[in-house]
């Protein structure tokens, strides 16, 4: 197949055929902002997929009844007994689900995802209904995260055969017109052929996976099942070099968390042509030459390939050590949340609707399948009992800021805030998985400086962090003060403000500038007592080598636990965080 204008879109059109070919078995992470070369590709998948194959999409905060299937309330008012209705899953069995703004996906609905796709099916229990539903579909994650640090869930990005990368396409690139008809004959062949593969292609495969960092077990495996896609979309009856190359370029080399040395990389790598090919036939040798390609496999030549068709840049970071990201499947709160009588709706439970808010709907279906029992001859109307209603679970979430304020004064400090670099930097993930936000004020010389607004961006804070300015005296209550201004602001803006102090608590300039250790420290500690007055949650990390007095003295005026550097490691730290943060 000949290769496109950009090798991206290349790429990205080749996968688009293995997914139309065997949808169920290859699932994408799409990283794409909405526009024409994101909806090209799209289109493009549709228009290869098998006719009446169905391709759905993912509404945001979908129901579990709504996506596993559950009681079709109608059908069993009208009957009297249980009817099941089948969910978006079920309904998507054999096509696509596309799966907008994936990086948002809930930790929840991401694992029933996953468990769908494992068994291939959905199976219900509930309401007085029990069905199974065959449900083998294809995922097409849309990431579409402001950074490198906001990804899909992992436990369904482990499972995506693709991961491609759309940015960096340029709309002049990409080719609207519809795949040519002998592709369509070309899938309409593969769907039918069933390659088989070389003995020694698996170790070959999961070699390659070991050299390149790769821990999943499922990323040779779903190249195995590339490489087979490959082959049948090729035409050939046993899988080859080519495909097992194009399958390591597709599969593992998105997924690579290093780079082996150049002295590992001296094979050339086979023609660009078979591995970065844009959907339409190929040129090169002819049908019973590629068919009868036996030859040994070359997992050097495979490697050198798949570095080939790396995106640009990405080949540099592995080798340089920086790998990708991924979210990290641990669970966190979005904010604050408290029970109320108004909020977003997080489920129901049985209750006196006169103190809580009826669920109209579920009460139906709490009582639906006992009508049949419950009414007399020849009655039509619906029979309530208490043990049907059911009422509202609100929460009002609130966003939580949480604000790191630095004491950068003296190049001592900022060795000793070095030493808790990584404690810092696990602390600013959990934020980030919580979907807190974060900001950075820094205090030295005379005042204090507002380096980060609150943001989402891990990326950002990080930075902020690295490139702190230091040296100079400690205006510690201007520091506490500038904190304290920032927090009131977030909370006026609905936000839960939470502020982490790093400091060894020994002030030397007071709140008008002037050096001074007494003044200051007093000043200091009014200002700490003034945060604790607003009931402002707080925590004080003691930067000292040693415990110190003023830092204890510190966090009491805060009303703020207290914490030395010696003990803050990173499982520590996060967890006195957790502590003080409002509760979810």
């Known amino acids: 197949m000949s290769a496109g204008p950009d090798p991206a879109w290349s790429r990205a059109c080749l996968a688009a055929a293995l997914v139309a ?4 078995g290859a699932g994408t992470v799409l990283r794409a902002r909405p526009g024409p070369v ?36 109608p059908a069993t008012l009208r009957t009297g007994r249980p009817v099941a209705q089948a969910g978006l899953a079920a309904r998507s069995h054999g096509g696509v689900m596309l799966v907008p703004m994936a990086e948002r996906l809930t930790p929840g609905t991401a694992a029933r995802l996953a468990q769908a796709l494992d068994a291939g099916a959905v199976e219900i229990a509930r309401d007085g209904v029990t ?41 002049g690139a990409i080719t609207a017109a519809p795949p040519p008809l002998d592709l369509a004959l070309a899938l309409a062949l593969a769907r039918a052929a069933d390659p088989g ?126 790998a990708p990201r991924t979210r990290s499947p641990g669970a966190g709160r979005a904010g604050a949340a408290a029970a109320a009588q108004r909020g977003r709706p997080i489920g129901v439970r049985p209750g006196d609707p006169r103190r809580g808010r009826l669920a109209l709907i579920e009460t139906l279906r709490a009582a639906a399948p006992w009508q049949r029992l419950r009414r007399g001859d020849g009655e039509a109307r619906l029979r309530i009992t208490a043990q049907d209603l059911r009422i509202r679970r609100l929460v009002q979430r609130r966003e939580t800021t949480t604000i790191f304020a630095v004491d950068a004064s003296g ?22 998985v919580r979907r807190d936000r974060v900001a950075l004020v820094a205090f030295r010389g005379g005042g204090a400086d507002l380096l980060l607004v609150p943001t989402r961006s891990l990326v950002r804070a990080k930075r902020a962090l690295a490139a702190l300015p230091g040296g100079g005296g400690t205006p510690l209550a201007a520091g506490i003060a500038a904190a304290g201004r920032l927090a009131a602001a977030e909370r006026r803006g609905g936000r839960s ?83 003080v943060a409002p509760a979810a």
């Open 411 to 432: 190049s001592a400090a900022l060795e000793r805030l070095a030493e808790a670099k990584g404690a810092v930097e696990q602390l600013l993930a959990e934020c980030y």
């Open 131 to 171: 069905a199974r539903y065959p449900a083998r579909f294809g995922l097409v994650l849309l990431d579409e995260g402001e950074g490198e640090d906001e990804t899909v869930p992992a436990c369904l990005a482990d499972r995506a055969a693709f991961h491609l990368d759309l940015d960096a396409v340029p709309v």
């Open 197 to 322: 593969m070389p003995a020694e292609a698996a170790d070959t495969l999961c070699a390659l996976a070991a050299r390149l960092g790769i821990a999943s077990l499922r990323a040779p495996l779903l190249a195995l099942r590339v490489a087979r896609l490959h082959a049948a979309l090729d035409g050939r009856a046993v899988a080859a070099e080519p495909d097992l190359a194009a399958a390591a370029a597709l599969v593992l080399a998105p997924r690579a968390r290093t780079w082996p040395p150049d002295d590992e990389e001296e094979s050339a790598p086979p023609p660009v042509a078979e591995i970065d090919r844009a959907g339409e036939p190929a040129s090169g040798p002819d049908d019973d030459d590629r068919r009868d390609d036996h030859r040994p496999v070359d997992d050097d030549r495979i490697l050198a390939a798949a570095a080939a068709s790396l995106p640009p840049g990405l080949l540099a970071r592995l080798v340089s050590g920086v």
């Open 21 to 24: 070919l065997d949808p169920a």
């Open 497 to 579: 403000p939470v502020v982490l102090l790093l400091t060894d608590g020994r002030a030397n300039i007071d709140r008008a500038g002037r050096p001074g250790r007494a003044q200051a420290g007093a000043d200091a500690l009014a200002a700490a007592r003034a945060l604790a007055a607003e009931g402002i949650p707080g925590l004080v990390i003691d930067t000292a080598a040693r415990p110190q007095d003023a830092a204890r003295a510190l966090a009491a005026a805060m009303g703020a636990r207290y914490l030395p550097m010696p003990q803050a490691d990173a499982a520590r730290l996060a967890k006195a965080v957790r502590e």
């Open 38 to 73: 994101r909806e090209a590709w799209l289109d493009r998948l549709r228009a290869l997929l098998p006719a009446g194959a169905a391709v759905t999409r993912l509404p945001a905060g979908i129901a579990d009844d709504a996506l596993l299937g559950g009681l079709d309330l």
